[in-house]
């Protein structure tokens, strides 16, 4: 009786692995192999016909820290998370206040915001276009309306980074609105209600009872929010490619462009061991914070 | 405290105050939002060279529709685009039904380890490892293909995570039953588990193909035939500004690609959108 349990216990652990097997093989062999794989290739000297690879302990990361380009296009991504998280998520909460209100045109209001969402970075990118022409397109229109010059809002260093973040705020501000629309809607009513006869004001009720409610939905959005300043780039080979100057060089564009522009695998690799070190702490310390609150099994 | 009951007063005698300022808000930032889409479908329709007068008299024209269509194999592109999403989402379907199914109801050693390193794989995006897959898709003689395309998004670590807990939230009575009647282990999938997880599917399936339809960077770097290439690539390479191409021609362009699956949006809103939902509640 006892063996027969065993054996039946042994059979569906079996039959486990081998219904996980498939999925495995296939993260093993895009994910965490290359992972692995990219660890190990950066240790090596970047190997030309006459001279092969050799191995070559951290150089490559050194070679990383002394380049120029590696400071400017890391501030520029700190740049690019700094203000693209938190504006993003302000303007999401916003919308999503606006979008569950019992306004007029609710329906058109809510794809307005959501529609951004659905569109190509690539194609957003070349609506954007139209705006940033230097002269001719429309924000320059406006500004010169009111006397401004014309500004070419990609070509010069001082603007390039911004009008980049500025597609991708409009294009992901819409994404993150929807899980605080989720989420207002499990807010009960009452709560409103207690607190006006609490005579709590509109601004008081914002801060103190649905700030904190949404805080889960924030911490989701926000760790979101952070991984897509790692991986929106898209726009850059519209916009800017990286210039003028690396002004908007994002990182993952640059890894790009180090390993299939310039043939230099090895610093590529470098950097995106950098990368995956920054994202493993971000999953770290997510995984913290959701065990704090299981909230999930 | 004082300033409190004031605010609550005025609120009380005069409640559309603050409903006509959010009403206006509200909208005033739906027209900014949506400006750039409607500026482009104004622009496409502008004689190609005027867009950019914003000047409101010049009749409207459908040549840059025509122009743009003749100029790059678009029909191309587009089968190529609903071969790729349909294979990814075939294979998410399959592999991440049959990995949940495992991690929701089967006990085996190391399970939950294996399940961290699946929720690790969220963090260590596709995208990151460009270099290394695109070696690996190179060995596997796939470059330029459809299955090179696809092959590393297919085993998803969201599609797995989302369908186990779907999977358990099923009550295990109905599995009991179903085992009753005959059922293999095949059978309680297919016949109680799939049809209760349907809800989530459809969000998952739809967040899938959005997502691959404008997946861009991956199959830049794996193709390189018009056989191939999905829209977004080909729509960089058309839009490329270098290229001398006009703003017009360019807008007609972009809102060709983007039309499918904006009027896909339109007409499925609520559930698109409910859909979105359900696939970001963790």
Known sequence: MNEMARLQKRRLALYGWMLAAPALALMSLFAFYPAIATFWHSLFSRGTSRRPSVFAGFENYGDLFADPTFWTVATNNLIYAGVTIPVSIIFALVMALWANAHIPARSFVRSAYFTPTILPMIAAANLWLFFYTPDLGVIDQITGFFGASPTNWLGQPETALASVIIVTIWKEAGFFMIFYLAALQTIPPDLREAARIEGAGRWTYTRRVLLPLLMPTTIFVFVNAMINSVKLIDHLFILTKGGPNNASKLILYWIWEMAFAYFDSPHAAAMTILVLLALGLVAVAQFRLVEKRTHYR | ?282
């Open chain 2, 1 to 282: 405290m004082k300033t409190d009951t004031v605010s609550a007063n005025t609120t009380l005698k005069l409640p559309d105050l603050d409903k006509v300022l959010d009403t206006l808000g509200a909208w005033v930032l739906a027209i900014v939002w949506i400006s750039p889409l409607l500026f482009a479908a104004w622009a496409a329709l502008q004689p190609s060279g005027t867009a950019l007068g914003l000047d409101f008299s010049n009749p409207l024209t459908f040549e840059n529709f025509v122009y743009v269509w003749g100029a790059v194999p678009w029909g191309g592109y587009f089968t190529n685009t609903v071969v790729l999403v349909t294979l990814i989402l075939a294979g998410q379907l399959v592999l991440c039904t049959l990995a949940g199914f495992a991690f929701a109801r089967f006990e085996f050693k190391g399970r939950d380890t294996v399940f961290i390193l699946i929720l690790l794989q969220l963090f260590i995006l596709p995208e990151v490892l460009i270099v290394e897959n695109y070696a690996i898709v190179s060995k596997l003689g796939l470059f330029d293909t459809a299955l090179g395309i696809g092959l590393p998004y297919m085993a998803s670590a969201f599609g797995i995570f989302l369908l186990r807990q779907a999977f358990k939230s099923v009550p295990i009575e109905l599995e009991e039953a179903a085992r009753i009647e005959g059922c293999s282990w095949m059978g309680v999938l297919w016949k109680v588990y799939v049809p209760a997880a349907k809800p989530v599917y459809l969000a998952y399936a739809l967040v899938s193909i959005a997502t691959h339809w404008n997946n861009f960077l991956w199959p830049l770097i794996v193709t390189n035939s018009p056989e191939t290439r999905p829209l977004t690539v080909g729509l960089s390479l058309f839009g490329a500004p270098e290229t001398g191409v006009d703003i017009s021609v360019i807008s007609a362009a972009t809102i060709m690609t983007i039309a499918p699956l904006l009027m896909a949006f339109l007409i499925f809103q609520r559930q698109f959108i409910q859909a979105f939902l359900r696939a970001g509640i963790r």
